[in-house]
Nanobody, 123 residues
Framework: QVQLVESGGGLVQSGGSLRLSCAAS????????MGWYRQAPGKPREWVAG????????DYADSVKGRFTISRDNAKNTVYLQMDSLKPEDTAVYYC????????????????WGRGTQVTVSS
């Protein structure tokens, strides 16, 4: 079973930056698309960004487009999320997950999630 460990969250002021990391194991990492998700208090988990298995194609939710950048290092089995120009509404617990194809990340249904990493943006 895939294991996912997110890190890099913290408290940052509005307009600041953070870089999240997600280490994956239990899968052939280079064969999987990877995605980032977030869940704010009282709200359902939402998809944020995705990257294809080779890193060539990326996809972003409209709310983060132009501010967040997803990347991956297949040699390290790790996916990253560079978050710039952070806003208070970006406050959430951030998670990563995997899918067979990039397009499948937007509508991912799974019970297998890591612990996530908390991102708090103060105004």
């Amino acid at each position: 079973q895939v294991q996912l460990v997110e890190s890099g969250g913290g408290l940052v002021q509005s307009g600041g930056s953070l870089r999240l990391s997600c280490a994956a194991s239990g899968i052939i990492f280079s064969s999987k698309a990877m995605g980032w998700y977030r869940q704010a208090p009282g709200k359902p988990r939402e998809w944020v960004a995705g990257i294809s298995n080779g890193g060539i194609s990326t996809d972003y939710a409209d709310s983060v487009k132009g501010r967040f950048t997803i990347s991956r290092d297949n040699a390290k089995n790790t996916v990253y999320l560079q978050m710039d120009s952070l806003k208070p509404e970006d406050t959430a617990v951030y998670y990563c997950n995997t899918a067979t194809r990039l397009q499948a990340l937007r509508s991912l249904v799974t019970n297998n999630w890591g612990r996530g990493t908390q991102v708090t943006v103060s105004s």
